[in-house]
């Protein structure tokens, strides 16, 4: 490919062009990505966060590029603003037919604001209109149960800072909440009474071979309304196993139950835990402790309300395998994020929905 004259002057004096040529376009390659780097950022820049001491690994760190997407739902959020009650103005009662009880002392401008809002976060463009409609005996308890978590379960749901829950934070615009989950159970029993709920393409499992039950095992009470406790360490030592000892089998439905809330909240392990010493709850972030409260409000929050609507649903909304109620968890609302929308506040326009005692407090719009 090169001229004649060049090749016939080149081997009367032998020189060799290809190494510096080499050199050369190596050289200028380097200039050229650093220039782009310069230029455009460097496309894998990660940012890290210090959970822990240092020199423990303690830390959680993402690509900037991931971060920047965030969630694209927050976007989708509607809130108006309360229109601050007076005396005399009329109660929700006395203008409408169709009223939750849990919200009889709203007065009827602000309940038709949150009519607007909670049709357009369920989706439900006709949301409490027909007495008879389930979706409207779903809608009361779903109120007293939205109430009820921004009253009683604060220490989680504002545990930072005021972000608190609407029916949004559950719902983004859909009738049937993403991220809901059904039971699956025993399917059959393998060798030596171990189900087989494992080793199953479940989403549940997130396609591992953990066990696909952890959520029922842990979040759903037993017969005699206690919990199964998630414990794997022991730290005793001992020589032969006793009964109720921690076993193998408890360890891969522990982890099976922490890797959902890792990939529920998009943490890793070090978020929560010192991972030296997994049992020593005095090791620990100060997120173990508001994760450790939101399992007693998902378990309350089941058996209290979403277990009773299961009830009021008609048969295609229940789950596939048992036939149960559809039931929420940490996924419901984070979706993948540490804090759900990104720790966007909606609750604050809605002091409605902040408490069950029907005394609603607008002096912050006074
Ligand atoms: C913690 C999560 C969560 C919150 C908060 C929440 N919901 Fe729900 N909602 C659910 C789940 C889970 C279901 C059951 C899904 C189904 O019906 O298949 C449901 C079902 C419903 C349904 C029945 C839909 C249907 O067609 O089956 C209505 C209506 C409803 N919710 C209204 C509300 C309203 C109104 C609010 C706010 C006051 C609210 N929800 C807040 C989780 C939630
Ligand atoms: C968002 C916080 C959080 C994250 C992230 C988290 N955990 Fe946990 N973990 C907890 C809480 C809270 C408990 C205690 C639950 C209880 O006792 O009620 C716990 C308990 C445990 C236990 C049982 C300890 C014992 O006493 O036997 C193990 C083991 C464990 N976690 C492992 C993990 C692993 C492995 C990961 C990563 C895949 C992880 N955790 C991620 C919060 C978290
Ligand atoms: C009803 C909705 C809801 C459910 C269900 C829920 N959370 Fe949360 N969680 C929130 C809200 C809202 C916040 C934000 C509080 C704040 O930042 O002030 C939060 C915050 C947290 C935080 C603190 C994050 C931080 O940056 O400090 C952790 C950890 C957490 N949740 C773990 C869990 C775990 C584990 C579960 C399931 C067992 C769970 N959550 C279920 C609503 C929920």
Request: net charge negative; charged share 15%.
């Amino acid at each position: 490919m090169l001229p004649k004259w060049f090749n016939d002057w080149n081997s009367a004096n032998p020189t060799n062009i290809y190494g510096p040529a080499i050199v050369i376009g190596a050289a200028g390659g380097a200039v050229f990505v650093a220039a782009m780097l310069v230029a455009w950022g460097q496309p894998y820049a990660t940012e890290s966060l210090q959970t822990g001491p240092r020199g423990t690994g303690m830390e959680r760190v993402e690509f900037v590029s991931t971060l920047a997407a965030g969630d694209p739902t927050v976007a989708g959020f509607e809130a108006i603003e309360p229109i601050v009650p007076r005396r005399g103005d009329p109660l929700a009662g006395d203008e409408y037919d169709v009223v939750p009880p849990a919200l009889e002392n709203v007065t009827a401008a602000n309940y038709e604001r949150l009519l607007t809002s909670m049709r357009a976060w369920t989706g439900i463009p006709d949301l409490l209109e027909d007495p008879d409609s389930y979706q409207t005996q779903v809608a009361y308890r779903m109120i007293e149960m939205t109430q009820n978590l921004n009253e009683n379960w604060s220490a989680h749901v504002n545990a930072n800072a005021e972000v608190g829950v609407t029916c949004y934070s559950c719902h983004r615009g859909q009738a049937v909440p993403n991220n809901i989950w059904f039971r699956v159970g025993d399917v059959n029993e393998a060798a030596d009474g171990w189900p087989a709920i494992q080793n199953r393409v479940t989403m549940t499992s997130n396609f591992t071979s953990l066990p696909s039950t952890y959520l029922e095992q842990y979040l759903l009470a037993n017969e005699d309304g206690s919990y199964t406790p998630i414990a794997v360490h022991d730290l005793s030592a001992r020589v032969a196993r006793q009964p109720g000892d921690p076993g193998i089998q408890n360890a891969e439905m522990t982890f099976g139950f922490m890797n959902y809330i890792d990939n529920s909240l998009g943490v890793g392990c070090t978020f929560c835990h010192n991972t030296r010493a997994f049992y020593d709850a005095g090791q620990v972030t100060p997120q173990w402790a508001t994760a450790q409260l939101g399992i007693q409000m998902v378990q309350e929050m089941i058996a209290e309300y979403l277990i009773p609507v299961g009830e009021l649903l008609p048969p295609e909304r229940l789950g596939p395998v048992m036939a149960d109620a559809p039931m929420a968890a940490c996924r419901t609302c984070h979706q993948g994020q540490q804090r759900p929308l990104q720790g966007l506040n909606v609750i604050g326009m809605y002091p409605e929905l902040a408490t069950t005692s029907g005394d609603y407090d607008y002096s912050a719009f006074e």
